[in-house]
């Protein structure tokens, strides 16, 4: 039997490719480049399957117009907010993502914003490459300590509970809230909060841990930053979309959150030229998921779920509408 033919849309792990190559009639983007809705159309016409990342926009126009042989799109990634599943299963395509092996790395990079903010990791950073540190003071960058303070994780999925172990061990409470309480919450001392602007009045940390959906767009909005206690600190490693930029930039120069420690932005890679402009920011460029071992298992997770489809099984990680 022929191979089936994979589009790859970006550069993935060399043992990633390589397994891919074997396997699969495989176009793999050496160069890197960015395809838009078109290029990737074009390549698409004589496809079976696409495996792509966060940076393509597959949306019901391009999927409306795949070719009837392609049956499948795996994303390498656990979010899935870049392709319209709905518009993917009226047309019979089987979408899959790569939940679980990004969970740790995704929540390190969580605290690493956490602490980032919270200790004013960019001013110091700053001062001592500019080679402005004249000398060391009692009283100069002052942070927010972590010990005995509340943080409240938005969305305890996987990646929430994993940012909330990692909090527990910091010192600090743990409320969640999410439109149920979770049951795996057991396992961790967090406490569900079920009101929302009861959750928000005690998150003098917040992280957020929820998907980009129509519902959850700009949640971060002037009305829940006005809730929280003043002072906050914000974390966000999900989805940039969650924030309204604007409210959140307006609340980091008035006092009410004191920093921020950000490793996604609506829109990026551009990026709210209002962040860069204040020091209380602290800065990541989607790196949550950036270690070695994690690139790899997401791309072999994905490939995984490509093989059991065309091996004629169901893949493990099949996302639904
Ligand atoms: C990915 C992510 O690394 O998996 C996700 O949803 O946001 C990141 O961890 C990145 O988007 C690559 O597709």
Known sequence: MAKPVLIVTRRLPPTVERRIEKNYR??????????????????????????????????????????????????????????????????????????????????????????????????GNRLVRERTWGRWSAVDFLGVGLQGKTLGILGLGRIGRATARRAVACGLSVIYHNRTPVAEASTIPAEYVARLDAFLARAQFLSLHVPATPATRHFLNAANLAKLPKGAIVVNTARGALVNDEALIAALKSGQVAAVGLDVYEGEPAVNPGYLELANTFLLPHLGSATIETRDAMGHRAVDNIDAFFAGRTPGDIVAA
């Open 26 to 123: 495989a176009l793999l983007n050496p160069d890197d480049v960015q395809f838009g809705s078109e290029s990737l159309l074009r390549v698409a016409s004589s496809a079976d399957g696409i495996l792509c990342t966060t940076t393509e926009r597959i949306d019901r126009t391009l999927i409306d117009r795949l070719p009837n042989r392609l049956r499948i799109i795996a994303t390498f990634s656990v979010g899935y907010d870049h392709i319209e599943v709905a518009a993917a299963q009226r047309r019979g395509i089987t979408v899959t993502n790569t939940p679980d092996v990004l969970t740790e790395a995704t929540a390190d990079v969580a605290l690493l914003c956490l602490l980032g903010a919270s200790r004013r990791a960019y001013e």
